[in-house]
């Protein structure tokens, strides 16, 4: 089975540090990891920038479409940038109509339709280590899960385990995911567009992400359903 990706520059792969300045510290999405932790084959055909819209109209859905084979599966994460055009792709309108779009051609492909919510920014509300996360997408995780349901699709909330894990690790620890943390830890330069992106990650944000979206997806498979349980055995009188 091949696992094809759909979405935005939170998803894509590596810049190799074009965007960051440094090489050493690169900004990629989590589906640039994603194959560390499964043993299928991984596609992925996000770009940074893509909307709902724009991956169709730029023929990335299609050359997803083309290289689809029965039992394939389809993570589709988009919402960072189609909030930037609420006019044409609205959270509960254009945006949820083209998802939907998308699940329907991903079944017509007899592929698995996975429905994925956006990574949520790190955006703490204050400057103490435990202080409140902001939510930054409004509706649009909302209206994945609603769709979730509504066609029987999956759906990976994202948004909440990426919450999680920023306060978790905290605000300090936290930036250690995305580069401008990354940079300021390894002592280098960080200039000021760069110190205020709390959008994309680097290496060690991608590889929590990735890790928790191969557990999703193989929890779905039913992967280890046969397995039998440990509780017996782990339990000591």
Known sequence: MTI????????????????????????????????????????????????????????RWDALLDELR????????????????????????????????????????VARPVLATSVERRLFADEDDGGVLRWSHGPYPAAVRVLGHDLDVPVLDLTVFTRWLYGWLGRDASAALFPHGAAAQAGLPVDDGLAKDNTHFTTAG????????????????????AEAPLGAWVMQP
Do not use: C, M
């Open 70 to 109: 029965p039992g394939d599966t389809v993570v589709i994460q988009f919402g960072h940038n189609d909030q930037k055009e609420p006019a044409e792709l609205a959270a509960e309108g254009g945006y949820t109509d083209r998802l939907a779009r998308f699940v329907a051609e991903a079944r017509a492909n």
């Open 206 to 225: 991608a590889r929590a992400v990735a890790r928790y979206v191969a557990e999703a997806l193989a929890s779905l498979d039913g992967v280890h359903d």
């Open 4 to 59: 094809h990706l759909a979405g935005d520059s939170t998803v894509a792969p590596t810049d190799e540090g074009r965007t960051s300045g440094h090489p050493e510290i690169p900004l990629l999405g989590w589906g640039d990891e994603l194959a560390a932790f499964t043993d299928d084959v991984v596609r992925n055909h996000a770009i940074g920038g893509a909307t709902t819209a724009s991956f169709r109209a730029e023929g």
